[in-house]
């Protein structure tokens, strides 16, 4: 499974994963890929860095409070389209 090329949704759900350094092999690549060439995803994943650098700056730790990534989610959503639902 999995063998056709990632897309935006597959990208947005895993991208907290890959910027995290959690994503190994064929998965990471894919994603690098695609945020090559896919704007929208490319800053998805360039405010979210920025974003976990923030937090991680401001609390010493890599734990992000979940109420935190839901107010992000819909924020990104915003810019990316409709919500995963
Ligand atoms: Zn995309």
């Given at each position: 499974?999995a063998l056709s090329p990632i897309d935006?949704?597959?990208?947005?759900?895993?991208?907290?994963?890959?910027?995290?350094?959690?994503l190994g092999g064929s998965l990471r690549?894919?994603?690098?890929?695609?945020?090559?060439?896919?704007?929208?995803?490319?800053?998805?994943?360039?405010?979210?860095?920025?974003?976990?650098?923030?937090?991680?700056?401001?609390?010493?730790?890599?734990?992000?409070?979940?109420?935190?990534?839901?107010?992000?989610?819909?924020?990104?959503?915003?810019?990316?389209?409709?919500?995963?639902?």
């Amino acid at each position: 499974m999995a063998l056709s090329p990632i897309d935006c949704q597959q990208v947005l759900e895993q991208i907290e994963l890959y910027l995290d350094g959690e994503l190994g092999g064929s998965l990471r690549a894919e994603i690098e890929e695609h945020l090559g060439r896919c704007g929208p995803c490319m800053d998805h994943s360039d405010f979210q860095r920025r974003l976990k650098e923030l937090l991680r700056a401001r609390c010493g730790c890599d734990q992000v409070p979940a109420h935190l990534l839901d107010r992000i989610r819909a924020l990104l959503a915003e810019t990316h389209g409709p919500p995963l639902d």
